[in-house]
């Protein structure tokens, strides 16, 4: 295609992963063998009779429900793994996107003047009750 860069999804999943030290990849082939069952999976699910080198598929045997419902549980145990994650991940990554564009607002020349830069954090990244300016005697809200 012309003018358009194609990159595989892979490609990107691996660069994520050793970039910023994530487990994408693995949610990702995770994810993708309970959406699409290798060739056992399949059999194990849908096959219902071999004879005579004649195989029958199905979506009704009964007997591979309990096949299905461990892979829609496995599916949920992954998406809920991920959620975990981001969860835990959430005030690391928040704390720094905050820091990163305060910076960004300071070295534009735009910070207020009033508020000290950097703004005095504790070490979980939350406030102290009051904020003092350096320049000035009154506390800040």
């Given at each position: ?21 994530t ?12 959406s ?84 005095p ?21």
């Amino acid at each position: 295609m012309e003018g358009h860069t194609v990159t595989n999804i892979l490609t990107i999943m691996e660069k994520l992963d050793k970039d910023l030290d994530t487990p994408f990849l693995g949610f990702y082939e995770g994810l993708s063998e309970h959406s699409h069952p290798n060739a056992h999976g399949m059999a194990l699910t849908y096959i219902q009779t071999h004879k005579a080198c004649v195989t029958t598929y199905t979506d009704q045997n009964l007997g591979r429900r309990d096949v299905s419902m461990s892979l829609a549980i496995s599916a949920l145990a992954s998406a809920l793994q991920i959620a975990d994650t981001a969860n835990r991940q959430c005030d690391e990554d928040r704390n720094a996107f905050i820091l990163l564009a305060e910076k960004r607002i300071h070295e534009a020349g735009t910070w207020p003047a009033d508020i000290p830069y950097p703004i005095p954090r504790r070490s979980d990244g939350s406030f102290p009750t009051t904020i003092r300016n350096e320049s000035s005697d009154t506390p800040m809200p």
